[in-house]
């Protein structure tokens, strides 16, 4: 989602004659696009604003401004500005489209800081992208969230759930396509629950499946939450042409304990039912999940039920966390784990998870796939590939116009989170 945002304001200020630079010493303006979803990400950020000072010593015009989700929590922005004093712009996340009017207003106002929250009829469309890659492209098809899932921050940042109007998800998309992306991804923090007048998600998945401007293209979507995701879904995905077999489906805890404290809204029973619906019905799915361990009250039994999960729904991938506290949250007020327990029971999920992904890994070997060529990587001067399932695979070629198309490829090796191939 904050990558899809930093092409926004890319595109934003490229369109008004900027251009993108890595040379943060010669840069004019420098933005931060901040996420506050977990305290790591947001000491990271807070420590490298405070690498900046000597830059703007040197350089009195250097232009510095925060903009993101971090800086829609309460008080954050004024707590910025007074440890950070170099700092010129903070804008919320809904308000960083205005970052050009702010930097052109710097003269006259010495800071700026514009926190609003989005509401319906403010929805921007039709603003300029700098998209990362000529070939895979992110698309929102909602913002914000309505869930309030207790250890969560995002409704309180980023506020209600918004829709997107179909047709304008559907000529975003086709645009894309008819400018050679293959490969796109629909975003919202809980696309199940995508909802436009009579569109809902199911509706939206076979309106995209049946955009028939190219031939080949390849469509994923995240982030699913299980109260939401249906047996119609599942159907779509199987009987469609163009959606990746490939579903990621955040799990959480595999405790129903932690998951009413969590406020997820579904047991451990339901979620299995989901995996056992998408593997009967979507034969080799890809599914892949977030884990979170060290919740507050999760005993260990807590624990071995997500392991017990694990076990049973064998995920080829699963980002697994340890729980952060995030103020103003209701787990924040929580009695909390100690740092011992979580590190223990991380360790231990992580190296469950590695062995399942690498079993799994493994019966790739020696069979052959249609992969899209997503991007080169040049430290490791390989292809990095991607199957329908989900599952990376990278390939050493030197043929750099397979950049952006599919290919076959034979597997010949595997690792635990990428496959090795060659070209067919
Ligand atoms: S569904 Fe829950 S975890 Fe996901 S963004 Fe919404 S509140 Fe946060």
Redesign the pocket.
Known sequence: MNVHESEKISGLLNSHGYSKTYDIENADIIVFNTCCIRDTAEKKILSKIGDLKALKRKNKDLIIAIVGCMTQQKGKAENILKSYNYVDIILGSNNHLDLVKYINELPKKKKIIKIESLENNNLIENFPICRDSKYKAYVNITYG?N???T??I??YVRGSEISRDPEKIISEITNLLKNGVKEITLLG??VNSYKFENVDFNKLLSMIDNIDVVENFWIRFM?S?PKDFNSEIIETIANSKHLCKSIHL?LQSGSNKILNLMNRKYTREQYLNIIKNIKDNIPNCGITTDIMVGFPYETEKDFLDTIDILEKAKFINAFTFVYSKRNGTPASEMPQISAEIKKDRIMRLIKKQNEIAKNLSNKYINNTYTAFVESYDNKNKHFITRLEDGKQVNINSSDKSILGTFVKVKIINAGISALLGEII
């Open positions: 969230c869930n309030y899932c250890y969560c995002v409704p923090q809980n982030t939450h955040p």
